[in-house]
Nanobody, 123 residues
Framework: HVQLVESGGGSVQTGGSLRLSCAAS????????MGWFRQIPDKEREGVAG???????SYADSVKGRFTVSQDSAKNILYLQMNSLKPEDTAMYYC??????????????????RGQGTQVTVS
């Protein structure tokens, strides 16, 4: 049974930083294609960042240069370091896993698993 648990969200002022974590359990693979998404009410889920099995990363244009995705394979934890936060970054943030290599990291349906989310509020 695969479980993803996000943590690290909270309220922060504009310009501040947060680091989100996503603890994964139930995997047999130590490296995995994973991603971070965010969603605000009445909007579609938006891909924020993706990481491939070789460690390469991709970002939405809106967060490039401010967010960094990384993975601790030994601990099975996915991180999202968020700097220079803006009010428009306010959303529920989800991690996702189980994407096949080569699939579009921005598409939620390409992932088999998703966490419950952690709220980020920037004011």
């Amino acid at each position: 049974h695969v479980q993803l648990v996000e943590s690290g969200g909270g309220s922060v002022q504009t310009g501040g930083s947060l680091r989100l974590s996503c603890a994964a359990s139930g995997y047999t693979q130590t490296r995995n294609c994973m991603g971070w998404f965010r969603q605000i009410p009445d909007k579609e889920r938006e891909g924020v960042a993706g990481i491939e099995s070789d460690g390469s990363t991709s970002y939405a244009d809106s967060v490039k240069g401010r967010f960094t995705v990384s993975q601790d394979s030994a601990k099975n934890i996915l991180y999202l370091q968020m700097n220079s936060l803006k009010p428009e970054d306010t959303a529920m943030y989800y991690c996702a896993a189980g994407r096949l290599s080569g699939k579009d990291w921005r598409l939620p349906h390409e992932y088999r698993y998703r966490g419950q989310g952690t709220q980020v509020t920037v004011s």
